[in-house]
T-cell receptor, first 112, second 116 residues
Framework: KAGVTQTPRYLIKTRGQQVTLSCSPI?????VSWYQQTPGQGLQFLFE???????NKGNFPGRFSGRQFSNSRSEMNVSTLELGDSALYLC???????????FGPGTRLTVL | AQKITQTQPGMFVQEKEAVTLDCTYD???????LFWYKQPSSGEMIFLIY??????QNATEGRYSLNFQKARKSANLVISASQLGDSAMYFC?????????????FGQGTRLTINP
C-alpha cells in the first residue's frame, strides 16, 4: 500500500504571496491532518479534515486554510505569506477510528 | 490541556548498545494514546510504536519497546541493540482517545546519535 504523498517537496516564495500544498492520504484513510514544524515552535497542529469537513482546528490565523476532496486528498493554503511561515509542513492520514497517524515526507516552505 | 516533556535534547550512544529516550506527559483525559515517531534528516515522521492508556502490558515492536508507567506519567522509548541507522530525531506524542480527536501533541524531541 502506498504511503502518504505530499507535493511539492520544496517551495520558495516571497512575502505576500500565497501557496497551496497538496496531500494524498493512504488509500482508504479518510482523515487528513496538517502540522507545521519549525525550530522555534516545534510541531504544531494546524487542522484536520474528515469526509470533506474540517473537524479540528489548531491555533493558527485565518491565513491558513484547507480543504478536502471527495477522494480524501487534501490541500492547505497559506495566503499573504510571512517570513515566519517558513517551515516544514507535514500531512498525516489515519483511518476512521484508528489510533495511529501516518505521515508524509513533508513540504519544506521557504519564505524570502 | 495536554503536555509532553522530553528532557534530553541530545543523546550519544555507541552502536549495539541499548538506549532509553525519556518522555513524561500531563493530561486530564481518562483515556489517551501515546506515540513515538522517528524523524530522519529527510524530514518524514516514521511511526514507531503506540501505547494506549488502558493497556496493561508495555508495547513492543521489534527492537522498540515502550516502558509505560502510568502512575508516573512516563512513556519512555527503549531501543535495543542500536544501529547507525537509528540516528535521528525522536518525538513522543499523545492524543485523547475520543472519536474525532485527531490532534497530536508533540514533545520537543530528542536527537539521537549512534556512534560506530
Amino acid at each position: 500500500k502506498a504511503g502518504v504523498t505530499q507535493t511539492p517537496r520544496y517551495l520558495i516564495k516571497t512575502r505576500g504571496q500565497q501557496v497551496t500544498l497538496s496531500c494524498s492520504p493512504i488509500s482508504g484513510h479518510r482523515s487528513v491532518s496538517w502540522y507545521q514544524q519549525t525550530p522555534g515552535q516545534g510541531l504544531q497542529f494546524l487542522f484536520e479534515y474528515f469526509s470533506e469537513t474540517q473537524r479540528n482546528k489548531g491555533n493558527f490565523p485565518g491565513r491558513f486554510s484547507g480543504r478536502q476532496f471527495s477522494n480524501s486528498r487534501s490541500e492547505m493554503n497559506v495566503s499573504t505569506l510571512e517570513l515566519g511561515d517558513s517551515a516544514l509542513y507535514l500531512c498525516a492520514s489515519s483511518s476512521q477510528g484508528a489510533d495511529t497517524q501516518y505521515f508524509g515526507p513533508g513540504t519544506r516552505l521557504t519564505v524570502l | 490541556a495536554q503536555k509532553i516533556t522530553q528532557t534530553q535534547p541530545g543523546m550519544f550512544v555507541q552502536e549495539k548498545e541499548a538506549v532509553t529516550l525519556d518522555c513524561t506527559y500531563d493530561t486530564s483525559d481518562q483515556s489517551y494514546g501515546l506515540f513515538w515517531y522517528k524523524q530522519p534528516s529527510s524530514g518524514e515522521m516514521i511511526f514507531l510504536i503506540y501505547q494506549g492508556s488502558y493497556d496493561e502490558q508495555n508495547a513492543t515492536e521489534g527492537r522498540y519497546s515502550l516502558n509505560f508507567q502510568k502512575a508516573r506519567k512516563s512513556a519512555n522509548l527503549v531501543i535495543s541493540a542500536s544501529q547507525l541507522g537509528d540516528s535521528a530525531m525522536y518525538f513522543c506524542a499523545m492524543r485523547p482517545l475520543i472519536q474525532g480527536a485527531q490532534k497530536l501533541v508533540f514533545g520537543q524531541g530528542t536527537r539521537l546519535t549512534i556512534n560506530p
